[in-house]
């Protein structure tokens, strides 16, 4: 197993992915357009779901992203998990 040290950011982001990947269908959608900079309001508008329903399946998702990658005990992708959060 890779240290933290040693990784490429490249395998953080796989990391990343994988946890992505493993997020129900709802919560995986609500994540990745958040990540493309949507707004709550337009997120549910398009999936016929509440703006609350929309907070609550993103913090579900960073919350399963966030566990998936510490039990692959990858602390170099759960800070760029983090990171990638900031933008």
Do not use: C, T
Request: avoid cysteine; aromatic fraction near 6%.
């Amino acid at each position: 197993q890779n240290s933290a040290i040693g990784e490429r950011p490249a395998d953080h982001l796989d990391i990343i992915e994988r946890a992505v990947a493993q997020l129900p269908p709802q919560q995986q959608r609500v994540f990745i357009l958040k990540r493309e900079g949507r707004k709550n309001g337009e997120i549910a508008q398009e999936m016929g779901i509440s703006p609350a329903s929309v907070k609550k399946y993103q913090q579900w998702a960073v919350k399963s992203i966030a566990e998936f990658v510490r039990s692959h005990q990858e602390l170099g992708s759960l800070l760029v998990f983090f990171s990638l959060l900031k933008k």
